[in-house]
């Protein structure tokens, strides 16, 4: 028997989206980063993990969603092979269970590259705003995908546009989004955070909290409440959401600006931070719940990483995917192809086994409901140093899947309400020391708004 807490069921509201049993793994520490970073590396798949051979969808994975029902759905920044065209997007749903389409849902009405995504409680994909025919011209509009009918519809528009907002689930039901572009002429940022309520379909403004932020912010849900705004700049803050809302100081992180690395709550109120910036190899934790959170120096990660993935494991443990260690905006000279893992416990890095190509700026990574990580895309621009456009997917499998026979769930609750106890059935329960819930991920620019662990 599981029993949940009010605040879990506010965090992951009604839908139960997975269950994962995690295993403890040993760790190879690396501590010095290496200066070869085009060398594969590989191993014993129970230590290293394993990737499967590409797979071309034809598409660069800019945006990519595991729905509900274990299907991906992804967009790219083309639009039916043509540039900026204003007012559409082929999206795609792709089933990992048989590597193939199963729809090609159509939106006649928003170019929805470089829009800000995440879940609402039951299961349909919020999408605030779009790409207005050029690199920073914001769509005001607000769609919602429906994965039961593979549908696209319009809600309310936002106040204004935006273009790399960010979009954060609140433990009531509603979605906090904040920041985008909203024209061109430089950071024409759009000041007002809104909140949208999923009862009426309508949008509430935090007229109290208007700010300027930094393009596709890392908001992550606090345990009181507050969304709190990890970076990538230095100086973090709360976001209140009630009322009119309003901004409050939070602890200051130590390495500096980390454009381009990325952010994950890896249990409640705990934050960790790495890569990005020049780039960097360093990682941060934070405790948000403590009376005076300070941030602190963990291991350092192998490689240093720009441009790169962090997805959270059912275990428990962060995986870092892609990235390069060279210099600019996306340099192709210095890629990265070994994954790593960050281990909560002893706040170390272990190198893990390499994939084939490049994952650079506009690639994703997402845990799949059977453990696995779906990792994709790459391009639209090509990065410098005679990179492409990577139109393929890998799969990679961490090591914890070749640790044996896995343990088999025969029966558990389609919903779970507030205060509820719950009951999840298996046979193999005398052997599982940990379970999990891991909510669905929906991820762009090397930031997934959507991902978090409840660790029962």
């Known amino acids: 028997m599981l029993a949940t807490t009010s605040s879990l069921v506010r965090k992951c509201r009604r839908t139960l989206l997975a269950l994962g049993c995690a295993f403890l793994l040993g760790s190879q520490l690396l501590t010095t980063p290496r200066t070869t970073v085009n060398a594969a590396f590989q191993g014993d ?22 729905l509900p029902t274990g299907k991906v759905l992804f967009w790219s920044r083309q639009q039916n092979g043509g540039g900026d065209a204003l007012g559409f997007s082929q999206t795609y749903v792709f089933d990992p269970a048989t590597n193939g389409f199963t729809a090609f849902p159509f939106n006649s009405t928003t170019n929805l590259f470089c829009s800000g995504h995440s879940f609402l409680p039951d299961g349909r994909l919020l999408v605030a705003g779009g790409h207005h025919g050029a690199d920073g011209i914001g769509e005001p509009h607000t769609n919602i995908f429906d994965p039961a009918t ?19 689930p609140l433990g009531n039901g509603e979605t906090v989004v904040v920041s985008g572009n909203v024209g061109s002429g430089g950071i024409n940022n759009n000041t007002l955070p809104q909140v949208f309520q999923p009862s009426s379909g309508t949008w509430r403004s935090l007229t109290g909290a208007q700010q300027g932020l930094q393009l596709y912010p890392w908001m992550l849900l606090a345990p009181n409440g507050r969304v709190f705004n990890a970076g990538p700049d230095q100086f973090t803050q709360y976001l209140a959401t009630s009322g009119a809302g309003a901004w409050f100081g939070g602890p200051s992180s130590n390495f500096g600006f980390r454009d381009y690395g990325s952010a994950v709550m890896y249990d409640d109120g705990k934050v960790l931070i790495a890569g990005g910036g020049t780039p960097t190899n360093t990682a941060e934790v934070v405790n948000i719940s403590r009376e005076s959170p300070a941030w602190r120096f963990v291991g350092s990660m ?19 995917t892609g990235g390069t260690s060279g210099g600019g905006f996306t340099n192709a000279v210095g890629s990265v192809f070994a994954a790593e893992d960050w ?12 994939m084939t190509e490049r994952r650079l700026y506009h690639s994703t990574a997402i845990l799949l409901p059977d453990g696995r990580v779906l990792v994709g895309g790459g391009g639209f621009p090509a990065s410098t140093g005679g990179d492409s456009n990577h139109t393929t997917i890998e799969y990679f499998s961490p090591p914890y899947l070749f640790k044996g026979a896995r343990p088999s769930i025969t029966s558990a609750p389609a919903t779970v309400g507030g205060g509820q106890q719950f009951f999840v059935g298996t046979p193999d329960g005398a052997g599982i020391s940990k379970v999990t819930l891991v909510r669905l991920s929906s991820v762009t620019h090397a930031f997934n708004q959507n991902q978090h662990i409840n660790i029962l």
């Open 150 to 168: 593979n549908t696209w519809t319009r809600a309310q528009d936002m106040n204004l546009g935006r273009w790399y907002p960010t979009t954060c």
């Open 45 to 66: 798949p129970s230590v290293v993990g394993q990737w499967s051979a590409p797979i071309d969808l034809g598409v660069v994975t800019i945006h990519t969603h595991l």
């Open 343 to 354: 281990n909560p416990s002893t706040e170390t890095w272990t190198t893990l086994a390499s």
């Open 302 to 320: 192998a490689f240093a990483r720009r441009q790169m993935n962090a997805t959270l494991l059912p275990d428990g443990h962060v995986l870092v």
